[in-house]
């Protein structure tokens, strides 16, 4: 059974630092794109980063593009999102996602497969 | 203001259909972007629903099912049950966007 647990989320001044980790397990994580979504309070989804497989490739929203830093450790199973000069429209509850894919006459196509419970990141003074 | 728009809330009673639309433009849905659906219920995380505009997984009862035409996609339940009420969805790709996936305001079904 797939299972993703997100941790580090919690208060944080504007400005101030947070590294969120994701622990993956049930799957073979070195072989599955993963992603960062988050919800703020009462609003709908917002996809944040995207990180390939292998690490080769890695994509951001233009909304944290810059603050943000996505990684991944394929030996210890895990996903993380180092987030910096945190402000407050940043407050909401982060997921990781594992990625599903299928192949087409375009190509590889992805879409969020698994996703964990979340945590919540509050930004405030 | 989202991407891809969606109705905020929709309702129905038990044992009817709805249909929640997801309306995108010519350069996601309109582009050939598959849609992909996902229900939240309260308090929880999102649960993928139905992927590839008409796919559903593993576990998803028949009662849910998916179209794409032109630059909509649509989401019907039907024999909606209790347990149906919840946050749904929808997202797909942008080629206008640098980061490409765009996701719906979500609709709140509401079960009479």
């Known amino acids: 059974e797939v299972q993703l647990v997100e941790s580090g989320g919690g208060l944080v001044q504007p400005g101030g630092s947070l590294r969120l980790s994701c622990a993956a397990s049930g799957f073979t994580f070195s072989s599955y794109s993963m992603n960062w979504v988050r919800q703020a309070p009462g609003k709908g989804l917002e996809w944040i980063s995207y990180?390939?497989?292998?690490?080769?490739?890695?994509y951001y929203a233009d909304s944290v593009k810059g603050r943000f830093t996505i990684s991944r450790d394929n030996a210890k199973n895990s996903l993380y999102l180092q987030m910096n000069s945190l402000r407050g429209e940043d407050t909401a509850v982060y997921f990781c996602?594992?990625?599903?894919?299928?192949?087409?006459?375009?190509?590889?196509?992805?879409?969020?497969?698994?996703w964990g419970p979340g945590t919540l990141v509050a930004v405030s003074s | 203001q989202a991407v891809l728009t969606q109705p905020p809330s929709v309702s129905g009673a038990p044992g009817q259909t709805v249909t929640i639309s997801c309306t995108g433009s010519?350069?996601?849905?309109?582009?050939?972007?598959?849609v992909h659906w996902y229900q939240q219920l309260p308090g929880t995380a999102p649960k993928l629903l139905i992927y590839?505009?008409?796919n559903r997984p593993s576990g998803v009862p028949d009662r849910f099912s998916g179209s794409k035409s032109g630059t909509s996609a649509s989401l019907a339940i039907t024999d909606l049950q209790g347990e149906d009420e919840a946050d749904y969805y929808c997202q797909s790709y942008d080629r206008s966007l640098s980061a490409h996936v765009v996701f719906g305001g979500g609709t709140k079904l509401t079960v009479l």
């Open positions: 996602a594992k990625d599903g894919y299928y192949i087409d006459s375009g190509g590889k196509k992805e879409y969020f497969h698994h």
């Open positions: 590839a505009n008409n």
């Open positions: 010519s350069t996601n849905v309109g582009a050939g972007y598959d």
């Open positions: 990180i390939s497989p292998s690490d080769d490739s890695r």
